[in-house]
């Protein structure tokens, strides 16, 4: 040690005054700390922004605009023989119905007094083009109110009901061949006489979807049936399955090259992109094993691989999280192994694996790349399936697959109803994570 | 050296650090109790005392450590030179410049030995080139008694060290930015004996230019190594003297307790 | 085609056959739970506490002999059998009878929903089954299965009909096989069950074996996930190559499929797409998520740590298709009013002409990374020590100076892995690119640009009408390939690394 006491003289300096480079400092870190808080502050407000869009471009899909109107059941034209059998009546074609909706106008514009210079024919337009297939159902329903006066509820056609939300203007319209400004300002004269409304539709929710030229009428139900049985698909499977693994792994297996082998596997699958389970189920499942295309049970089987990853992860974590004591206790009563997992480290677990399969199943809910390539977008899914069998191998849609079809659409209006399935998508996921953040701290042990 | 040391009297007698009143809360927990003690310059000051009894609490409050625990709150004074440290002015960094810490456990930064040292001139500003931060860098190592072990191998990680090798390094790295008191918690807890004989030896060479304040549940360590001992239970100052006085003849009855063995 | 997976009337038909033998295998599972057990606790004298293992594990035991092999056989038949009656029935059809144009797989599209019409017909009654099996390819098969609800695209050939009746006696006699095989295995079961079910007999020991396999075998789904994604994409890809030079895959310089074939199936531009939509993702998720990072570990006090933390991550669980979306309909919209328009636009320029832009699909993917960057690098930066911070503050540095010097440092391996993962996951996402990215495949330094990605173009190969012979469709395996070769070598060299950091501090 050479001369420990040649320190250098250093001035005194008083705590009480900040040395200029000090204050330099801590001008340094007050920035470095505001770096902080913008960035918390961009992630919020993107949080923000994207909650904010979605919910004000999403609300509109739950109203619609329907149009009120008196048609009079003609006989003559409805059921030409007069004999009200359903036969003969189930022969006249929508197009038979059209024209009395053009009588229906006529009569509603002379009874309530409005000018308008526009013909029946485009009044009649300002309805859904599903208006005569809703009368002709009603009619079969009910022969007996032929040659009647039946008030209906028609709904509105996109065009109009995009007015009466601000999504069409006049302006917006110029080269639009389907609507006119003179049927705009009918549209107008009827909502201001009462028989042009909106209101909420219950029919998005429950309804199927509709093809490119009815916008108005297209609805989540069919495709919220398809992933309901994918996640019931992805439950009965992934949950026995992704438990015995865990407990295996965790509980059994020996330390060898094989379970090494096992655990690289799962967290490697883990991160695998989704698409990757798409070519998987559509080489296996659909081209190896002939499996229908667009089943919901192939896009449950797909989807139960991909979860299966996250179950195992979560489960494993639970089953850790049970302390070694329990199981010696087990063990010093002379249980088995088998038993010591069974009887007392699986019950104690069980909170911590159901919120890790329902948060696995929120994720499977909104999966939308792998359902692509397994065909499940594409078409309309028109009906609901009257069976579970019918259910599992008839082609449907899910949530996210639907809200897919409906983006790609040429007509604005079903952006609409890409935003409002969102909505109900969102609604699922955060009941899920509800649930599953309820379960954690309901059952969360602390040992 | 012991037997010498026990009868030696302070060499200097001017007071670095006062404190008066000082109470420490954690959250709800009343740490430290109306602590008030006067820390004298260029004197190994040891705090002992049995496992939670505030020691370590009260030597973080002497250069604000405790303001980086959200839940601790301090009041009292303490004064370092006549200046309240606690005082709104008075900026943290600034003090813990002033007032250098050594931890329990070796704390090398994941840098080489040099940046290990050189860290704390380079913060403040001291080095003016190159050339006179090496000459800071050497001075510190050489008075952290372990340059003749290093000098070869600056560049290599700290980390890479022995455990007692990384203890002195902390203890260059802490005389590095010039401090007039130096904390040490437990400096050598972590450490093999031999380890510790030379951390111990380093303490006693460091009183010549510093006020050293250690704290040690080793009673024989503070005996060997300081001039005044304080004695701390349950949050109390129980006893403060000279360390011979402490050692020997306490007045308190906790004290001859703690040191005799029936409590702590 | 095999049971429960078909829809068809048909499949209920097969469905009853199985269906039936299944629940037969159930019925002799529970009596032989219920005659071992009671044998087992007869051969105690009624003492349970002679035997060796409970009662109930000498019935699961017996149980478990019963349907495991049965049913392990019954699956693997069920999945083999359409296989191998497949691949003779193919050998009927002579190669110069698939027309141009048509395929193999066409043909036995028509062969398969001949033989489930006629099935059906005679299910329905409309046709006695003997009837169905003399038919001749003179009648008009085609009309009588219209009326059945099967519709064919075209009249049925002599050929079809007759490789569909083969396909429908192979399909009978392969039934019948099963049935005798599963009830044999099953009812042999059940007496080596049952016959073991004395009292010193280790049934405990038995099940608990048995249950161990099962839960091996579940564990190595995993192993057979993997090998499956392997060997489905590599099988296709080496397809793929037979029919494409590799050449002009990895070097090649433009992507330009051509469904008259003779296209130009290059991946470079694809990987280009890609790679700069993850490194705008990347320059925004980045900063931000690791700022942020920073500041809910080292600053934020309890609440706002409590509050923020959890709402970033809800950027986490939104899913993709709602990114995707944003990306179309929002944001896309948003950069042409800014950077496009012409006079109109907000800047007055003209550089960006649809919602559909490189700069789009990065800048959404970067918010949907956001919460992925700043949790992991939250969880690498808590696992530096608190000493290592308490080191630099005790020298009197500043917490910004602690955090840029020696916390970063310190945590960088981990930071970097972090990072590896993210890039991961922008390569691999799918929805936001085939929303937001475009479709045109090129070389351009332009954000403002549509470019198009390999997930993009994997989603496009495989939808719609797609023929596994062209190589315009094979070319999605090679792509997918590439891309879990991609992902697959960036998360093990990002875990290695995370992991390697990890250990540095336990």
New interface residues.
């Given amino acids: 040690?050479?001369n420990?006491?040649q320190?250098?003289a250093?001035a005194?300096?008083?705590?009480?005054?900040?040395?200029a480079?000090?204050r330099k400092?801590?001008a340094?870190?007050t920035r470095?700390?505001a770096?902080?808080?913008?960035?918390?502050g961009?992630?919020?407000l993107?949080?923000v922004i994207?909650v904010f869009?979605?919910v004000s471009?999403g609300t509109g899909a739950f109203q619609q605009t329907f149009v009120t109107l008196e048609v009079e059941l003609v006989a003559a034209k409805l059921d030409k023989k007069g004999n009200r059998n359903l036969d003969d009546i189930k022969k006249v074609s929508t197009f038979g119905y059209a024209p009395l909706l053009k009588d229906a106008f006529e009569a509603k514009v002379a009874v309530a007094g409005i000018d308008t210079g526009i013909k029946p024919k485009q009044m009649a337009a300002i309805l859904s083009k599903s208006a005569a297939a809703q009368m002709r159902d009603f009619v079969i329903a009910n022969p007996d109110m032929i040659g009647e006066t039946v008030a209906f509820e028609f709904l509105a056609s996109s065009r109009v009901d995009g007015y009466l939300k601000g999504r069409v203007s006049r302006d917006s319209i110029a080269n639009d061949k389907k609507i006119s400004p003179e049927q705009l300002d009918f549209v107008d004269q009827l909502v201001s006489e009462g028989s042009v409304t909106k209101r909420f539709n219950m029919s998005f929710i429950t309804g199927s979807d509709a093809s490119d030229a009815r916008p108005e009428s297209a609805g989540m139900g069919v495709s919220m049936i398809g992933s309901l049985i994918m996640m019931m698909v992805v439950l009965v499977l992934a949950l026995?399955?992704?438990v015995?693994?865990s407990?295996?792994?965790e509980e059994?297996?020996p330390k060898n090259w094989i379970t090494d082998?096992?655990e690289v596997?799962?967290?490697?699958?883990a991160?695998?992109?989704?698409?990757?389970?798409?070519?998987?189920g559509?080489?296996?499942f659909i081209?190896?094993?002939?499996?229908?295309n667009s089943?919901p049970?192939v896009g449950g089987l797909v989807l139960t691989?991909m979860t299966?990853?996250t179950i195992?992860i979560s489960t494993r974590a639970s089953l850790k999280s049970v302390p070694p004591s329990i199981r010696d206790a087990a063990l010093g009563v002379g249980a088995?192994?088998?038993q010591s997992v069974f009887h007392h480290v699986l019950p104690l677990a069980a909170p911590g694996i159901l919120t890790g399969t329902i948060i696995g199943l929120?994720q499977a809910?909104?999966?939308?790349?792998p359902l692509?390539?397994i065909?499940m977008?594409?078409f309309i899914a028109s009906n609901p399936p009257d069976s579970i069998?019918?259910g599992?191998?008839?082609p449907n849609s899910a949530m996210?697959a639907q809200?897919?079809e409906w983006?790609k659409r040429a007509d604005p209006a079903f952006?609409e109803r890409?935003?409002g399935g969102?909505i109900i998508?969102?609604v699922f996921?955060v009941s899920m994570?509800t649930i599953a953040v309820i379960l954690r701290r309901r059952f969360e042990r602390r040992w | 050296m012991n037997t010498m040391r026990l009868t030696e009297s302070a060499v200097d007698t001017d007071i670095k650090i006062t404190a008066k009143d000082v109470q420490v809360y954690y959250g709800d927990n009343h740490a430290i109790k109306d602590v008030s003690v006067e820390i004298q310059d260029k004197t190994v000051t040891a705090f002992i005392g049995p496992s939670g009894c505030g020691k370590s609490t009260f030597l973080r409050c002497i250069n604000r450590m405790n303001d980086t625990i959200d839940v601790c709150r301090v009041q009292g004074d303490i004064k370092i030179d006549g200046e309240d440290i606690y005082d709104k002015r008075v900026d943290p960094v600034q003090l813990r410049a002033k007032v250098g810490m050594v931890f329990q456990k070796p704390n090398p930064f994941p840098k080489s030995i040099y940046d290990n040292v050189a860290y704390g001139p380079r913060i403040h500003g001291l080095a003016k080139n190159k050339a006179d931060l090496d000459d800071i860098v050497e001075r510190a190592l050489r008075r952290g008694a372990i340059w003749n072990e290093v000098k070869d191998r600056l560049d290599a990680p700290g980390t890479g060290l022995s455990g007692g090798q990384q203890q002195r390094l902390c203890i260059a790295r802490a005389v590095a930015t010039e401090p007039e008191v130096l904390l040490m918690d437990e400096p050598c807890s972590a450490l093999d004996p031999i380890a510790t004989a030379q951390v111990e030896e380093l303490i006693d060479e460091l009183r010549k230019s510093y006020s050293v304040v250690i704290v040690t549940h080793s009673m024989q360590q503070a005996a060997r190594v300081s001039q005044r001992t304080a004695f701390f239970h349950l949050g109390n100052l129980v006893e403060y003297g000279e360390t011979g006085q402490i050692f020997t003849n306490p007045v308190d009855p906790r004290t001859e307790n703690y040191i005799t063995g029936r409590i702590g | 085609m095999w049971w429960p997976l078909n829809g068809t009337d048909n499949g209920t038909l097969r469905m009853s056959i199985t269906a039936i033998l299944f629940l037969a295998v159930l019925a002799l599972c529970v009596l032989g739970y219920s005659l071992a057990r009671n044998r087992a606790l007869a051969g105690a004298g009624g003492d349970r506490r002679l035997l060796h293992s409970l009662p109930t594990y000498y019935g699961t035991n017996a149980a478990m002999f019963t349907a495991v092999p049965a049913l392990g056989v019954m699956v693997i038949w069920l999945l083999a059998q359409p296989m191998m009656i497949e691949t003779r029935v193919q050998g009927m059809i002579p190669a110069s009878f698939i027309d141009e144009g048509s395929s193999i797989g066409l043909v036995m599209n028509d062969v398969r929903r001949v033989a489930d019409g006629l099935d059906l017909a005679v299910k329905s009654g409309g046709l006695s089954a003997d009837d169905a099996r003399k038919l001749s390819a003179n009648s008009d098969v085609r009309g009588m299965l219209a009326d059945r609800g099967v519709a064919l695209g075209s009249d049925v050939k002599p050929e079809v009909l007759a490789a569909a009746q083969t396909y429908r006696s192979a399909a009978a006699t392969g039934r019948m096989w099963m049935v005798v095989v599963v009830m044999g295995l099953a009812l042999i079961g059940f007496a080596i069950a049952v016959s073991l079910s004395k009292p010193d007999f280790r049934a405990r020991n038995v099940v608990e074996r048995g249950i161990l396999a099962l839960l091996m075998v579940a564990a190595s789904l995993a192993i057979l996930t993997t090998l499956g994604i392997v060997l489905s994409m590599l099988f296709e890809s080496i397809n793929f190559f037979r029919v494409h030079p590799a050449s002009d895959f990895f070097f090649g310089g433009s992507w330009a499929p051509n469904f008259r074939g003779d296209s130009d199936l290059s991946i470079l531009p694809l990987l280009w797409g890609t790679l700069y939509i993850s490194l705008i993702a990347l320059t925004v998720a980045v900063p931000i998520g690791l700022f942020a990072a920073i500041y809910l570990s080292e600053y934020a006090g309890p609440k706002l740590r409590a509050v923020a933390k959890p709402l970033l991550e809800i950027l986490a669980g939104i899913p993709t298709i709602v990114y995707g979306l944003f990306a179309l309909l929002t944001v896309g919209p948003a950069l042409v009013r800014v950077f496009g328009r012409g006079d109109e636009g907000l800047l007055g320029v003209e550089w960006m002409s649809g919602a559909t832009a490189v700069l789009t699909a990065g800048l959404v993917m970067g918010i949907m990374l956001i919460p992925f960057v700043s949790s992991l690098s939250d969880d690498i930066i808590n696992a530096v020590p608190q000493a290592m911070r308490d080191g630099s503050l005790g020298l009197g540095a500043t917490p910004s100076e602690t955090i840029r010097q020696v916390v970063l440092p310190a945590a960088l391996p981990g930071i970097v892995g972090a990072i590896l993962l993210a890039a991961s996951r922008a390569i691999g996402e799918t929805m936001i690119v085939v929303l937001g990215a475009g479709a045109i495949a090129k070389f351009s330094a332009n954000p403002l640009e549509a470019m198009t990605t390999i997930t993009t173009r994997i989603v496009s190969q495989l939808t719609g009408d797609t023929d596994f012979s062209s190589p315009e469709t094979l070319v999605a395996f090679a792509l997918g390939l590439t891309l879990f070769v991609l992902t697959l070598g960036l998360n093990v060299f990002a875990l290695i690394i995370v992991r390697k950091y990890r250990e540095q501090y336990d």
Wanted: charged share 10%; proline share 6%.
């Fill in positions: 040690m050479s420990p006491d320190t250098p250093v005194k300096t008083s705590l009480l005054k900040l040395d480079r000090t400092r801590n340094a870190e470095f700390k770096y902080g808080m913008i960035a918390i961009m992630g919020l993107m949080l994207l869009n979605i471009r026995p399955i992704g015995a693994a407990i295996y792994l059994f297996a082998i096992i596997n799962i967290s490697n699958l991160a695998v992109p989704s698409i990757v389970f798409g070519i998987l559509l080489a296996v081209n190896y094993m002939h499996l229908p089943a049970l691989l299966l990853p195992i088995s192994k088998m929120a809910l909104g999966e939308t790349a692509l390539l065909g977008v594409g069998a019918a599992l191998m008839s996210p809200i897919y983006a952006y890409a935003w969102i998508l969102l996921l994570n």
